[in-house]
Structure formats: structure tokens, C-alpha cells
């Protein structure tokens, strides 16, 4: 954080330039540094996270998942958006309201699922899912209803 508080845009290019959106990424960036400063600022509550360019949901969950903080929500990524409706815990596309319905059917102390589904997502329920070697399909609304 420090030296993202020193730093301007062009100098995260070479780091981060084969991320999609990568110049906006680049400026939210170097705006957090200038606004935070110090590593020891950087906050964990979901109101201060989210008030931080680029920052929604998504990224606080995880940042607040990654600092050991007890989760205030599910993360959603466009991962989640693919399986969670599969296994049949939500329904739509709009990260928000799939979060909602996660939380709603899902006990708090179970809220890391997102950061699971994520991962199931992108080794194994991908946009061809692998449902022959998936640990889910007993439980899976798209596996009961494709077999
Ligand atoms: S059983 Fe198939 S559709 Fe269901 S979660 Fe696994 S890979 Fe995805």
C-alpha cells in the first residue's frame, strides 16, 4: 500500500497488463494507495471496503475472507453465476441477488461455499461441465435433471 500511494497507473501496467480491464484496474489501484497509504489502514468492514474504487461485493468478501475475517457475505464471482444456479441454490444472473439467495439458504457458518463454488467452477462445473467426475452430482439440480 505504501508504494501504491506513490505510485501512478502506467507504473502497475507491466504487472497487471493481461488483465482484462486492466487501466481502470490500474487507476482504482493507485486511488486506494493514495487514499489508504498504509497497509495497517486498510480497512475490513464491508461499508469501508465497497466505499473503495473498484471494489464491490465480490472483492471485499474475499479480501475480508483472505484477512481471516469472519464472512459478511457469499463471494459471487461469474463463477458462482454458473454453478450456484446448476446445483439449484438461486436462480438469475445478477451477482447480487444470487448472493441474497445463497445467504438465505445457506447457514452463516457455511458462507466460504462461494469461494468453493468458485473453485468447482473453474476446474470442473465449466461452461461444459465435467458432471461424470464431480463430487456435487448428488446434490446437483442440473446433474437430476440431465442425467
Ligand atoms: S454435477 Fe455437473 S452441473 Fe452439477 S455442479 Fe457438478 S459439474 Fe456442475
Same mark, same amino acid.
Given at each position: 500500500?505504501?508504494?501504491?500511494?506513490? #505510485?501512478? %497507473?502506467?507504473?502497475?501496467?507491466?504487472?497487471?497488463?493481461?488483465? $482484462?480491464?486492466? /487501466?481502470?484496474? *490500474?487507476?482504482?489501484? +493507485?486511488?486506494?494507495?493514495?487514499?489508504?497509504?498504509?497497509?495497517?489502514?486498510?480497512?475490513?468492514?464491508?461499508?469501508?471496503?465497497? #466505499?473503495? %474504487?473498484?471494489?464491490?461485493?465480490?472483492?471485499?468478501?474475499?479480501? $475480508?475472507?483472505? /484477512?481471516?475475517? *469472519?464472512?459478511?457475505? +457469499?463471494?459471487?464471482?461469474?463463477?458462482?453465476?454458473?454453478?450456484?444456479?446448476?446445483?439449484?441454490?438461486?436462480?438469475?444472473?445478477?451477482?447480487?441477488?444470487?448472493?441474497?439467495?445463497?445467504?438465505?439458504?445457506?447457514?452463516?457458518?457455511?458462507?466460504?461455499?462461494?469461494?468453493?463454488?468458485?473453485?468447482?467452477?473453474?476446474?470442473?462445473?465449466?461452461?461444459?461441465?465435467?458432471?461424470?467426475?464431480?463430487?456435487?452430482?448428488?446434490?446437483?439440480?442440473?446433474?437430476?435433471?440431465?442425467?
Amino acid at each position: 500500500m505504501q508504494s501504491l500511494a506513490k #505510485a501512478v %497507473p502506467e507504473d502497475l501496467y507491466p504487472f497487471i497488463g493481461k488483465v $482484462r480491464n486492466f /487501466a481502470n484496474k *490500474a487507476k482504482w489501484l +493507485v486511488e486506494i494507495g493514495h487514499t489508504i497509504k498504509k497497509n495497517s489502514n486498510i480497512p475490513l468492514s464491508m461499508d469501508e471496503l465497497t #466505499a473503495l %474504487p473498484g471494489i464491490g461485493r465480490k472483492s471485499a468478501n474475499v479480501i $475480508r475472507r483472505e /484477512a481471516g475475517e *469472519a464472512p459478511e457475505g +457469499v463471494i459471487v464471482d461469474l463463477h458462482v453465476v454458473r454453478v450456484a444456479p446448476r446445483l439449484g441454490i438461486a436462480t438469475g444472473a445478477d451477482p447480487k441477488k444470487i448472493e441474497k439467495q445463497i445467504m438465505d439458504v445457506v447457514p452463516a457458518k457455511y458462507w466460504d461455499a462461494g469461494m468453493a463454488m468458485s473453485f468447482l467452477g473453474r476446474e470442473i462445473c465449466r461452461p461444459q461441465p465435467k458432471c461424470d467426475i464431480c463430487f456435487m452430482k448428488e446434490y446437483c439440480a442440473y446433474y437430476k435433471a440431465n442425467r
